[in-house]
């Protein structure tokens, strides 16, 4: 099964830039976006073979996501369960027969850190939201897609949607999760990791979450098969010639529940991918 995630900076202008040639080519199960910058209706995008289900920012031109799968999932999630930090619209999950697959488009902290008490914030529940879909509890107060509903799988507004209830559960089952976490994690997986440290992106404190998430039994798939591979980066600035230099950064990853260990077979990131300042990555799994 391949599994592919891609920050495209804006859906519309990724359309511009030969995105279906890349889509087809990559040939995804399941292919997740991050940053579609859309509203309800303003893309029309036919994907024959693939059901969609997209999560939408309350402001105009802002973040958004979209989980494109062959397979029809059972259920769609488009939130964390928190009516300030869903706004966004940073979150789709969707729940597959085996796992629970967890597209998510992570605030940045911005310059000067002037967001991180909202990243922190974000980082706590994005956690606890993960470890709750293991353990088979949903939050109260998503909008939810189920397998069934009319409609199902053709990119409902969030608005559109009926709310999770209090007490709902799930089956337990493992969590892969990818998308744009707007952290370098480790010095090898930036190019300048000394100007850079403390900054947006490569703080102690970004870091520190992310090491949490980690430790609370979720694996970088990446650094499983590839743990000393430098130069290995999803995304450089339009600025400095950085991706002609490959001074970039890795900051998008799939993740996966410890129990999905023995399961990746294929950790990818496909740098001569262009159309956006981040490029795909890819993840192989071996359900049999």
Avoid at 35 to 48: H, I, N, S, Y
Avoid at 153 to 167: K, R, S, Y
Avoid at 244 to 267: C, E, H, K, M, P
Wanted: hydrophobic share 40%; proline share 5%.
């Amino acid at each position: 099964m391949r599994l592919i995630s891609w920050n495209v900076n804006g859906l519309r202008a990724a359309l511009k830039k030969d995105f279906r040639e890349s889509f087809d080519l990559l040939d995804a199960d399941v292919f997740a976006l991050q940053e579609t910058k859309l509203q309800p209706g303003q893309v029309d995008l036919e994907l024959p073979g693939y059901c969609q289900f997209w999560s939408y920012a309350q402001k105009k031109g802002y973040s958004g996501t979209a989980v494109f799968c062959k397979a029809r999932p059972r259920q769609v999630l488009h939130g964390l369960g928190d009516e300030y930090l869903d706004a966004e619209g940073r979150i789709v999950a969707v729940e597959f027969e085996q796992f629970w697959f967890v597209d998510v488009y992570t605030p940045n902290a911005q310059d000067q850190l002037a967001r991180i008490d909202h990243r922190m914030q974000w980082d706590d529940a994005f956690r606890d939201f993960c470890k709750g879909l293991e353990e088979g509890v949903l939050p109260a107060g998503v909008p939810v897609e189920r397998d069934g509903d009319e409609g199902f799988g053709v990119g409902h507004a969030a608005e559109d949607l009926p709310l999770t209830q209090p007490g709902e559960a799930a089956d337990p089952k493992p969590v892969v999760m990818c998308g744009d976490f707007n952290v370098a994690h480790e010095e090898i997986d930036l190019k300048n990791p000394g100007p850079n440290r403390g900054n947006a992106g490569f703080s102690d404190e970004e870091r520190g979450k992310f090491t949490e998430l980690v430790e609370a039994g979720f694996i970088d798939t990446f650094r499983l098969l590839h743990p000393d591979l430098p130069g290995a980066y999803s995304w450089w600035s339009y600025r400095f010639k950085a991706r002609q230099n490959n001074a970039g950064w890795r900051i998008d990853y799939f993740l996966v529940s410890d129990a999905l260990r023995g399961a990746v077979t294929g950790a990818s990131i496909y740098s001569e991918v262009m159309g956006s300042d981040h490029c795909p990555v890819g993840l192989e799994l071996d359900l049999d």
